[in-house]
């Protein structure tokens, strides 16, 4: 595979965009390999320092996407509910393949922390509000996945107690943009984060 990213890297610059773009869809429809992609990533950076800027626009886009999450019913429309399905999948699988880069010094443990402090901001911001009940749960669910896969690396961070502050903070608020779905979600949390102090 480097191999043939060298060559039409030689060959073609115009190609790195196309790569690039096919190489971050594989990541979006697999949950299973993040751990492999990262590093084959890693490599891949290692050779052509593109690819790092790259993967922070990806990093961006990511981080846009949570406010465009629209719920479709699949009594409604089926076919819109399928792309809703579709979305949530690949944010769930860039976040897996995120905890994962931080192993790899991709991204730094940092970024990760920032990512969080924004989600508890966006969702302190919003628990209140029906209408980002959908955006709210897939934050929610991010929050899980960064704090449950790599606690060994952010509790060490600076930021871990206004982390664990901010998590307290949304395990108490009450409003119609927070559902059973988001408080178990919330619970499994304060459990990760029981784990750690103990």
């Known amino acids: 595979m480097l ?6 890297m030689e060959n073609n610059s115009t190609q790195k965009q196309d790569i690039c773009k096919k190489f ?12 492999l992609y990262a590093k084959l990533y890693h490599k891949m950076i290692e050779k052509h320092d593109v690819f790092k800027t790259i993967f922070q ?4 886009e990511y981080l ?13 429309d089926y076919d819109q509910y399928c792309v809703y399905v579709k ?12 905890n994962q ?5 991709i991204c730094g443990i940092d970024e990760i922390i920032d990512i969080i402090l924004y989600f508890q901001s966006q969702l302190r911001e919003h628990m209140k509000d029906e209408e980002h009940i959908n955006e709210n749960e897939q934050m929610t669910d991010s929050l899980y996945l960064f704090i449950k896969d790599i606690t060994d690396v952010i509790v060490f961070n600076e930021n871990w107690e206004e982390i664990e502050t901010n998590h307290q903070s949304l395990c108490e608020i009450q409003g119609a943009g927070k559902n059973n779905k988001i408080k178990f979600k919330l619970m499994d949390i304060t459990d990760c984060i029981n784990k750690i102090s103990k």
């Open 3 to 8: 191999t043939i990213i060298d060559t039409l």
């Open 24 to 35: 971050f869809e594989i990541i979006s429809n697999n949950s299973i390999c993040s751990k």
């Open 101 to 105: 880069c931080v192993y790899y010094s």
């Open 87 to 98: 979305q949530i999948d690949a944010m769930k699988n860039f976040t897996l393949f995120l």
């Open 64 to 76: 846009d996407n949570f406010k465009k999450i629209i719920y479709v019913s699949a009594n409604i």
């Open 57 to 60: 626009e990806h990093v961006t």
